[in-house]
């Protein structure tokens, strides 16, 4: 049983639903497409959210070569923090997209 968005309210229903639990939508007959759409907006969301951590990680680079001179103090540890989470954040969602990816439908 896989999780799919209701198309017409978003929320996580079970692929397998007739109707949404939440808004009760009709999903007769068209699941299979809804898995696809679901598919494309997880697709979207884990892109948005490499985008997110790229700009982390350049963003933490930047604070820390500031002006050509490395950052110290308070700066540095943002700088530092910034861009571990940008590295890692950004490998993960890399690991959920090829995860997603191999899910295909
Ligand atoms: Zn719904």
């Excluded at 109707?19 to 696809?36: F, I, P």
């Excluded at 490499?50 to 950052?71: H, N, P, Q, R, Y």
Aim: glycine share 6%.
């Amino acid at each position: 049983m896989a999780l799919i968005d209701c198309p017409s309210c978003q929320k996580r229903i079970s692929s397998q639903a007739k109707q949404c639990s939440h808004c009760k939508a009709n999903l007769d007959g068209n699941s299979e497409s809804l898995v696809k759409i679901s598919h494309i907006q997880k697709s979207n969301s884990l892109m948005t959210h490499s985008i997110v951590f790229l700009t982390l990680l350049i963003a933490g680079a930047a604070m820390w070569i500031w002006k050509g001179e490395v950052a110290q103090g308070w700066q540095a540890i943002m700088a530092i923090v910034s861009f571990s989470v940008g590295v890692i954040g950004y490998m993960i969602t890399r690991i959920r997209i090829v995860i997603h990816k191999r899910k295909s439908v």
